[in-house]
């Protein structure tokens, strides 16, 4: 009953600054010994987004009856969030899932949805795919087996039961693979959601399911919207599509 009702920190967010200059990077990882073979991914952000990840971690101190050091750089109480033809939004907790959803429900026929995840269980994201499935989008969706933890063998819960389920409910409009862990984990954490000409990639800490979108745990995501062929949205495609395809000759992933 403890380990059912654990609330957990499950932010992975790094911010440095340097007077005039600061950098944010947020990432699926855990900093730990024991995750070193994991697949993870992150990204990293330079620019007034540092503000709100100072916002959100000065808060959690604040709950943990500490205090943040005072920033190098003064707060801009008119934070712009437009560079390089890039939107760029730090959320936290529920807010990630509001933003996952809306972008799913938005994609009609022919767009595409690419996702690399550890866990997927949350119901709403769940009936959301199969749904965009029916409009006609190609989703393809890579997921660990959940079958290793740090030397010990799982169960396949929730991923495998959720893969066959989206294999049925979508007449296999949906494509699963597995990444082929052996002791390691694949751990990363991302969405990218073509739409039209635009796309929107989300990724960081969260993991798809009720205990991390619905305010349980504490996480942090970041958003990023821009065109479709922008040089960071391509070099994700390209991440997601060499695991999928194997290429190269290179081995990551194996047919449900």
């Known amino acids: 009953l403890d380990m059912l009702n654990f609330k957990a920190n499950h932010r992975k967010v790094f911010m ?50 500490r205090k943040l050091q005072e920033p190098l750089q003064e707060i801009d109480k008119e934070i712009r969030r437009e560079a390089e033809h890039a939107k760029i939004v730090f959320l936290t907790e529920n807010p990630i899932k509001k933003q996952l959803h809306a972008r799913i429900r938005q994609t009609t026929a022919n767009d595409e949805i690419r996702m690399a995840l550890f866990y997927l269980s949350d119901r709403q994201i769940i009936k959301a795919l199969v749904d965009a499935s029916e409009r006609g989008v190609h989703i393809k969706v890579i997921l660990d087996p959940n079958k290793d933890a740090f030397g010990f063998e799982k169960i396949g819960v929730p991923n495998q039961p959720v893969a066959e389920e989206l294999l049925n409910r979508s007449s296999s409009k949906i494509q699963v ?63 997601f599509d060499m695991i999928w395809d194997n290429r190269d000759g290179k081995y990551y992933t194996v047919s449900y």
Do not use: C, M
């Open 16 to 65: 440095a600054d340097r007077k005039d200059h600061a950098v944010v990077i947020l990432t699926s990882g855990n900093p730990h010994d024991g995750s070193s073979a994991h697949s993870n991914v992150a990204l990293k952000i330079s620019g007034n987004i540092w503000q709100d990840v100072y916002a959100a971690e000065a808060a959690i101190a604040k709950l943990s009856d």
């Open 177 to 239: 693979r597995w990444y082929d862990t052996h002791g390691e984990q694949f751990h990363t954490k991302l969405a990218l959601i073509k739409h039209g000409t635009q796309a929107t990639l989300l990724l960081g800490s969260a993991n798809f399911t009720r205990r991390n979108l619905n305010n349980y745990n504490l996480e942090a995501n970041v958003s990023v919207t821009a065109e479709d062929d922008a040089l960071f949205i391509k070099a994700v495609a390209d991440y």
